[in-house]
């Protein structure tokens, strides 16, 4: 069974930093693309960023393209997501996935292309 552990999460002022982890567990994880998504209150939850299962390519929701980065380390069964320059409107929660198929695509996002979902952690952004 695939567990996703996300922690980092906390609040921060606007302008500042803040790096999520998610730990994976139960699936080959180097064979997956892994993503971020997140949920603001009383909305969707929305594709933010996936990185292929080599960590060689990565891809950014339009809202958050250079402020923040994903990146994974294979050895260690963890996916990363670095956010700079947060703004208020960052405020969600945040949770990772695993795709539904092996060496998928960075360009399927769809919360239906992944199988398995972590339970989130909480980012709140003060103005």
């Known amino acids: 069974q695939v567990q996703l552990v996300e922690s980092g999460g906390g609040l921060v002022q606007a302008g500042g930093s803040l790096r999520l982890s998610c730990a994976a567990s139960?699936?080959?994880?180097?064979?997956?693309?892994m993503g971020w998504f997140r949920q603001a209150p009383g909305k969707e939850r929305r594709f933010v960023a996936t990185?292929?299962?080599?960590?060689?390519?990565?891809y950014y929701a339009d809202s958050v393209k250079g402020r923040f980065s994903i990146s994974r380390e294979n050895d260690k069964n963890t996916v990363y997501l670095q956010m700079n320059s947060l703004k208020p409107e960052d405020t969600a929660v945040y949770y990772c996935?695993?795709?539904?198929?092996?060496?998928?695509?960075?360009?399927?996002?769809?919360?239906?292309?992944?199988?398995?979902w972590g339970q989130g952690t909480q980012v709140t952004v003060s103005s």
């Open positions: 990185i292929s299962w080599s960590g060689d390519n990565t």
């Open positions: 139960g699936l080959t994880f180097s064979r997956y693309t």
């Open positions: 996935a695993s795709q539904r198929r092996s060496y998928g695509y960075i360009e399927s996002t769809r919360s239906s292309d992944f199988a398995a």
